[in-house]
Protein backbone atom coordinates (compact mmCIF):
# COMPACT_ATOMS: atom_id res chain seq x y z
CA UNK A 1 0.00 0.00 0.00
CA UNK A 2 1.12 3.35 -0.62
CA UNK A 3 1.51 5.79 2.21
CA UNK A 4 2.14 10.15 1.62
CA UNK A 5 3.83 12.20 4.20
CA UNK A 6 4.01 16.12 4.44
CA UNK A 7 6.53 17.27 6.47
CA UNK A 8 5.10 20.75 7.09
CA UNK A 9 1.63 21.25 8.53
CA UNK A 10 2.07 25.30 8.23
CA UNK A 11 4.53 27.21 6.46
CA UNK A 12 4.13 31.15 7.20
CA UNK A 13 5.84 32.92 4.78
CA UNK A 14 5.62 36.63 3.74
CA UNK A 15 4.01 37.96 0.44
CA UNK A 16 6.73 37.77 -2.79
CA UNK A 17 8.48 35.07 -0.58
CA UNK A 18 9.53 32.20 -2.49
CA UNK A 19 7.79 28.58 -1.27
CA UNK A 20 8.16 25.15 -1.30
CA UNK A 21 5.73 22.58 0.18
CA UNK A 22 7.39 19.14 0.41
CA UNK A 23 5.62 15.74 -0.10
CA UNK A 24 7.39 12.60 0.06
CA UNK A 25 5.77 9.17 -0.89
CA UNK A 26 6.06 5.31 -0.49
CA UNK A 27 4.92 2.87 -2.60
CA UNK A 28 6.05 -1.35 -4.10
CA UNK A 29 4.48 0.13 -7.64
CA UNK A 30 4.77 3.11 -10.12
CA UNK A 31 2.35 6.03 -9.03
CA UNK A 32 1.38 8.80 -10.29
CA UNK A 33 1.45 12.67 -8.26
CA UNK A 34 -1.42 14.92 -7.61
CA UNK A 35 -1.30 18.64 -5.82
CA UNK A 36 -4.48 19.65 -4.49
CA UNK A 37 -5.16 22.70 -2.85
CA UNK A 38 -8.47 23.55 -0.72
CA UNK A 39 -9.47 27.33 0.00
CA UNK A 40 -11.38 27.76 3.15
CA UNK A 41 -15.38 26.33 2.40
CA UNK A 42 -14.46 25.05 -1.05
CA UNK A 43 -14.05 22.14 -2.59
CA UNK A 44 -10.18 20.39 -3.57
CA UNK A 45 -8.76 21.91 -6.75
CA UNK A 46 -6.17 19.88 -8.45
CA UNK A 47 -3.31 22.40 -9.10
CA UNK A 48 -1.01 20.05 -10.69
CA UNK A 49 -0.58 16.51 -11.81
CA UNK A 50 2.69 13.95 -13.18
CA UNK A 51 2.00 11.35 -14.97
CA UNK A 52 5.35 10.58 -16.99
CA UNK A 53 7.43 12.04 -19.23
CA UNK A 54 9.37 15.91 -17.79
CA UNK A 55 10.12 15.41 -14.15
CA UNK A 56 8.88 19.12 -13.66
CA UNK A 57 5.16 20.02 -13.73
CA UNK A 58 3.48 23.22 -14.13
CA UNK A 59 0.04 23.96 -12.77
CA UNK A 60 -2.06 26.59 -12.10
CA UNK A 61 -1.35 30.19 -10.43
CA UNK A 62 2.20 29.71 -11.19
CA UNK A 63 2.84 26.29 -9.00
CA UNK A 64 5.37 24.01 -10.41
CA UNK A 65 6.47 20.39 -8.77
CA UNK A 66 9.50 18.57 -9.30
CA UNK A 67 9.19 14.77 -9.25
CA UNK A 68 12.26 13.13 -7.65
CA UNK A 69 12.19 8.91 -8.06
CA UNK A 70 15.42 8.24 -6.24
CA UNK A 71 14.26 10.77 -3.18
CA UNK A 72 10.67 9.42 -3.73
CA UNK A 73 9.65 13.62 -3.82
CA UNK A 74 6.92 15.73 -5.34
CA UNK A 75 7.68 19.33 -3.90
CA UNK A 76 5.56 21.58 -4.44
CA UNK A 77 7.26 25.38 -5.07
CA UNK A 78 5.90 29.15 -6.27
CA UNK A 79 8.91 32.19 -7.13
CA UNK A 80 6.29 34.40 -5.36
CA UNK A 81 3.45 34.07 -2.89
CA UNK A 82 0.69 36.35 -3.11
CA UNK A 83 -2.04 36.85 -0.18
CA UNK A 84 -4.92 35.18 -2.01
CA UNK A 85 -2.74 31.77 -2.12
CA UNK A 86 -3.38 31.19 1.42
CA UNK A 87 -4.71 27.64 1.68
CA UNK A 88 -4.62 24.27 2.45
CA UNK A 89 -2.03 21.96 0.23
CA UNK A 90 -2.13 18.44 -0.42
CA UNK A 91 -0.17 15.85 -1.81
CA UNK A 92 -1.60 12.82 -3.19
CA UNK A 93 -0.78 9.49 -5.13
CA UNK A 94 -2.66 6.77 -7.08
CA UNK A 95 -1.03 3.52 -8.09
CA UNK A 96 -0.77 3.01 -11.75
CA UNK A 97 -4.04 0.88 -12.12
CA UNK A 98 -5.71 2.14 -9.63
CA UNK A 99 -7.65 5.34 -9.58
CA UNK A 100 -8.29 6.08 -6.03
CA UNK A 101 -6.55 8.61 -4.19
CA UNK A 102 -4.01 8.60 -1.32
CA UNK A 103 -3.84 11.89 0.52
CA UNK A 104 -1.25 13.28 2.78
CA UNK A 105 -2.27 15.18 5.66
CA UNK A 106 -1.92 18.34 4.17
CA UNK A 107 0.22 21.39 4.64
CA UNK A 108 -1.24 24.82 5.52
CA UNK A 109 0.31 27.97 3.39
CA UNK A 110 -0.38 31.11 5.41
CA UNK A 111 0.79 34.11 3.48
CA UNK A 112 1.47 37.32 5.55
CA UNK A 113 1.66 41.05 3.94
CA UNK B 1 -20.24 22.67 -16.82
CA UNK B 2 -21.24 22.33 -13.73
CA UNK B 3 -19.27 20.91 -10.78
CA UNK B 4 -19.82 17.89 -8.16
CA UNK B 5 -23.35 18.83 -5.80
CA UNK B 6 -23.33 17.67 -2.74
CA UNK B 7 -26.20 18.61 -0.14
CA UNK B 8 -26.56 19.00 2.64
CA UNK B 9 -23.28 21.24 3.20
CA UNK B 10 -23.75 20.66 7.16
CA UNK B 11 -25.43 18.42 9.26
CA UNK B 12 -25.49 17.92 13.46
CA UNK B 13 -27.23 14.89 14.57
CA UNK B 14 -26.57 13.12 18.01
CA UNK B 15 -24.89 9.66 18.08
CA UNK B 16 -26.48 6.78 17.51
CA UNK B 17 -29.07 8.76 15.16
CA UNK B 18 -28.76 8.12 11.04
CA UNK B 19 -28.04 10.16 8.56
CA UNK B 20 -27.82 10.24 4.75
CA UNK B 21 -25.34 12.66 2.42
CA UNK B 22 -26.35 12.83 -1.34
CA UNK B 23 -24.05 13.74 -4.66
CA UNK B 24 -24.27 14.57 -8.23
CA UNK B 25 -21.81 14.15 -10.02
CA UNK B 26 -20.73 16.10 -13.23
CA UNK B 27 -22.45 14.68 -16.38
CA UNK B 28 -21.32 11.38 -17.90
CA UNK B 29 -18.60 11.05 -15.39
CA UNK B 30 -18.17 7.09 -14.54
CA UNK B 31 -16.23 7.21 -11.46
CA UNK B 32 -17.63 8.48 -8.47
CA UNK B 33 -15.76 8.70 -4.64
CA UNK B 34 -16.59 9.51 -1.23
CA UNK B 35 -14.32 10.45 1.23
CA UNK B 36 -13.87 11.07 4.85
CA UNK B 37 -12.05 14.13 5.60
CA UNK B 38 -11.29 14.09 9.73
CA UNK B 39 -10.05 17.68 10.72
CA UNK B 40 -6.51 17.76 10.38
CA UNK B 41 -5.97 15.00 8.36
CA UNK B 42 -6.23 14.44 4.32
CA UNK B 43 -9.04 12.82 3.02
CA UNK B 44 -9.21 9.35 3.11
CA UNK B 45 -11.30 7.23 0.50
CA UNK B 46 -14.23 5.36 1.50
CA UNK B 47 -16.16 3.87 -1.58
CA UNK B 48 -15.41 4.50 -5.13
CA UNK B 49 -18.14 3.10 -7.82
CA UNK B 50 -17.55 2.94 -11.50
CA UNK B 51 -20.77 3.46 -13.02
CA UNK B 52 -23.20 1.46 -10.50
CA UNK B 53 -20.45 -1.36 -9.14
CA UNK B 54 -18.36 -0.61 -6.58
CA UNK B 55 -15.10 -1.16 -7.56
CA UNK B 56 -13.20 -0.23 -3.97
CA UNK B 57 -15.26 -0.71 -0.47
CA UNK B 58 -12.18 -1.82 1.59
CA UNK B 59 -12.38 1.32 4.13
CA UNK B 60 -15.83 1.45 4.74
CA UNK B 61 -17.41 0.57 7.79
CA UNK B 62 -19.52 -2.02 6.10
CA UNK B 63 -21.25 -2.29 10.14
CA UNK B 64 -22.19 1.01 9.73
CA UNK B 65 -21.51 3.10 6.55
CA UNK B 66 -23.38 2.12 3.24
CA UNK B 67 -23.56 3.59 -0.63
CA UNK B 68 -25.12 2.86 -3.68
CA UNK B 69 -25.44 4.88 -6.99
CA UNK B 70 -28.44 4.53 -8.43
CA UNK B 71 -28.54 3.95 -12.37
CA UNK B 72 -24.97 4.80 -12.29
CA UNK B 73 -25.51 8.80 -11.60
CA UNK B 74 -25.95 9.99 -8.22
CA UNK B 75 -25.35 8.83 -4.67
CA UNK B 76 -26.11 8.36 -1.59
CA UNK B 77 -23.67 7.67 1.64
CA UNK B 78 -25.72 6.56 4.65
CA UNK B 79 -24.02 6.21 8.06
CA UNK B 80 -26.42 4.06 10.57
CA UNK B 81 -26.40 4.22 14.10
CA UNK B 82 -23.30 7.82 13.78
CA UNK B 83 -20.76 7.49 16.38
CA UNK B 84 -18.37 10.34 17.78
CA UNK B 85 -15.79 10.03 15.64
CA UNK B 86 -17.70 10.03 12.66
CA UNK B 87 -17.77 13.89 12.83
CA UNK B 88 -15.79 15.32 9.71
CA UNK B 89 -16.33 16.34 6.55
CA UNK B 90 -17.54 13.86 3.28
CA UNK B 91 -16.11 14.95 0.28
CA UNK B 92 -17.78 13.63 -3.24
CA UNK B 93 -15.39 13.48 -6.16
CA UNK B 94 -16.27 11.97 -10.11
CA UNK B 95 -13.87 11.66 -12.80
CA UNK B 96 -15.00 10.72 -16.48
CA UNK B 97 -13.38 7.69 -17.11
CA UNK B 98 -14.36 4.26 -16.71
CA UNK B 99 -13.77 0.83 -18.50
CA UNK B 100 -9.75 -0.26 -18.38
CA UNK B 101 -8.82 3.71 -19.17
CA UNK B 102 -9.19 6.66 -17.12
CA UNK B 103 -6.43 6.06 -14.65
CA UNK B 104 -4.89 9.45 -15.36
CA UNK B 105 -8.30 11.26 -15.12
CA UNK B 106 -8.24 14.34 -12.80
CA UNK B 107 -10.93 13.79 -9.91
CA UNK B 108 -13.28 16.69 -9.18
CA UNK B 109 -14.17 17.17 -5.71
CA UNK B 110 -17.83 19.14 -4.03
CA UNK B 111 -17.65 21.31 -1.65
CA UNK B 112 -18.15 18.40 1.10
CA UNK B 113 -21.24 18.05 3.64
CA UNK B 114 -19.83 19.25 7.53
CA UNK B 115 -20.74 16.29 9.61
CA UNK B 116 -21.23 17.30 13.61
CA UNK B 117 -22.08 14.35 15.95
CA UNK B 118 -22.68 15.29 19.69
Known amino acids: AQSVTQLDSQVPVFEEAPVELRCNYSSSVSVYLFWYVQYPNQGLQLLLKYLSGSTLVKGINGFEAEFNKSQTSFHLRKPSVHISDTAEYFCAVSEKGRRALTFGSGTRLQVQP | EAGVAQSPRYKIIEKRQSVAFWCNPISGHATLYWYQQILGQGPKLLIQFQNNGVVDDSQLPKDRFSAERLKGVDSTLKIQPAKLEDSAVYLC????????????????FGPGTRLTVL
Open chain 2, 93 to 108: ASSPGGGAGGYTDTQY
